[in-house]
């Protein structure tokens, strides 16, 4: 089995690259401290964010250009697992904000943390910085240094936390921008999505796989579930769970005049284990059912 370097506390990871443990739940950590190591898979048991300007070393990944010159961001929820284990040496390079999940308990970002999806993005997923947006997310980085520099007093742990806060917002609009700044990238991934659910009711699938699902989808096209919905929602203004419902529905209206089937054999055929959840499915959506719809037509 292979083995996994694992981090479990934040001083853990500041030893390993020679940074001082300022606060015991989070830091700015300075990677080009580290003394040049072996790649290796590792993994970490807290929110981590990666500034790199290079690929390098443990964050290595197969994207064929950058969108932006100003540097990449990597974000890791706690256990993901990263990297690449080879006899190969390389220096680390670039910033990681690190926090543990505990910093957080309590606090407005800790109730809305899962809604920052791309803290579970592929790392091919990566947020591409142009210089003005790298200068912001520094920015941040030197607020919350300076708050971990300065004596732990009652106002640190919000001040530290509503600074990790301001800059996951920032990214979240960068996020947003990306997804617009690469619109021909996903244009091409919306036809590759419709081609997919055309191609799927048109074969044997939906009687042995049931209804595609949302990470059916996203792993057909290589990407992480939580990308690709945000992705077809930016495109489409649709989610993509009603993105494909809405394709079933579609086939469904044109399968519903085959005088040789019944509704059954209909919602059978595009995937439904009873018919009566298709049905539903179908009223919902244009106000009548699938009988109904067959007779006003």
């Known amino acids: 089995m292979e083995d996994i370097l694992y981090f479990n506390s934040i001083k853990e990871y500041n030893d390993f690259n020679n940074n001082e443990t300022l606060h015991p739940l989070v830091s700015i950590v300075r990677l080009d401290k580290a003394e040049p190591r072996k790649l290796k898979r590792l993994r970490y048991g807290f929110y981590t964010v990666f500034l790199k300007q290079i690929y390098c070393g443990d964050l290595r ?11 990449t961001l990597i974000f890791l929820a ?3 697992v990263i990297g690449e284990s080879k006899d190969d040496y390389y220096q680390p ?10 910093l957080i308990v309590g606090t407005a970002l800790g109730k809305n943390i899962g809604d920052y999806h791309f803290f579970s993005y592929g790392v091919n997923e990566a947020l591409h910085l142009s210089e003005q947006e790298r200068k912001i997310v520094e920015d941040c980085f030197v607020k919350i240094e300076y708050e971990l520099q300065h004596a732990i007093d009652k106002h640190s742990k919000q001040l530290i936390v509503s600074n990790i806060e301001l800059f996951l917002n920032y990214c979240t609009r960068f996020y947003d921008r990306q997804f617009i700044t690469r619109d021909n990238v996903n244009k091409g991934i919306l036809e590759r999505f419709e081609e997919l659910l055309n191609n799927y009711f048109v074969s044997n699938k939906p009687r042995t796989i049931g209804l595609p699902s949302v990470s059916w989808c996203a792993e057909e096209l290589n990407l992480s579930t939580n990308y ?47 018919p009566q959840h298709f049905t539903r499915l179908f009223k919902q959506k244009t106000g009548v059912t699938p009988n109904e719809y067959k007779n006003l037509n």
Request: net charge negative.
């Open 61 to 71: 990944y197969g994207l064929s250009n950058y969108d932006y010159e100003g540097g």
């Open 228 to 274: 690709f919905g945000d992705l077809i929602k930016k495109e489409t203004g649709v989610s993509a769970q009603e993105y494909i419902q809405a394709k079933v529905i579609n086939v469904a209206k044109e399968r519903i005049f085959d005088i040789d089937k019944s509704i059954s054999e209909i919602a059978y055929e595009l995937g439904f284990k009873y």
């Open 93 to 102: 390079q670039g910033v990681a904000l690190v926090f543990q999940p505990d």
């Open 78 to 80: 706690p256990n993901q």
